[in-house]
């Protein structure tokens, strides 16, 4: 079943403008992963942050994490017509010894040229 | 390209038709993973090798599914008597001990059972 929820489930915004998408989840965490699905392709990881991190960069990505209220955020900043696809948080399960990851059902977002 | 490769990319099969799917990992990679994926959802772990040991299944992997990883390169994953309820992307994935559970996925086999 899915770890958890993610908002929106869908967002549409003009290039240039930033799109925030946040996950909750349910259980403990040892760390929690962003990544980006084009239509009918493959997962590409995004960016990895680990429960005792608070916030992380990476280029135009700022991803926060609040262990206490179990919830992430996901900001693109400038974004553009090629960021346009499905963005989903992956978790990896405190207590765990390998790299099994229970994912959200996503966030569609679209960037208009 | 050094990246995960899946083989078929699609696949069409009447119910109750058995097909079978190929991963082949990043080479460099000793674990390797299966997802399913249905429209609109997020993906679900299916099942998981370690070398050639597969060490956990889902519990959405039922009886008809059937996962391989003979040598501990390749995987291939099986399902017998097709249902429509099959229908999906199955996702394959690898990544080595030292990533922190990042890891990197193929393009995924869409299967279609009519």
């Known amino acids: 079943s899915q770890q958890g929820e993610e908002d929106p489930q869908a967002l549409s915004i003009q290039e240039g403008e930033n799109a925030t998408m946040n996950c909750s989840y349910k259980?403990?965490?040892?760390?929690l992963q962003w990544y980006r699905q084009n239509s009918g392709r493959g997962l590409v990881h995004l960016i990895l942050?680990?429960?005792?991190?608070r916030e992380k960069h990476s280029g135009r990505l700022r991803v926060t994490l609040d262990t206490s209220k179990k919830s992430s955020s996901l900001l693109i900043t400038a974004s553009r017509a090629a960021d346009t696809a499905s963005y989903f948080c992956a978790t990896k399960a405190g207590g765990t010894s390998y790299g099994k990851l229970t994912f959200g059902q996503g966030t569609i977002l679209t960037v208009h040229p | 390209d050094t990246g995960v490769s899946q083989d078929p990319r699609h696949k069409i099969t009447k119910r109750g038709q058995n097909v079978t799917f190929r991963c082949d990992p990043i080479s460099e990679h000793n674990r390797l993973y299966w997802y399913r994926q249905t429209l609109g959802q997020g993906p679900e772990f299916l099942t998981y090798f370690q070398n050639e040991a597969q060490l956990e299944k889902s519990r959405l992997l039922s009886d008809r599914f059937s996962a391989e990883r003979p040598k501990g390169s390749f995987s291939t994953l099986e399902i017998q008597r097709t249902e429509q309820g099959d229908s999906a992307m199955y996702l394959c994935a690898s990544n080595s001990l030292d990533r922190e559970g990042l890891m990197y996925f193929g393009p995924g086999t869409r299967l279609t059972v009519t």
């Open positions: 259980t403990s965490i040892n760390n």
């Open positions: 942050i680990r429960s005792n991190e």
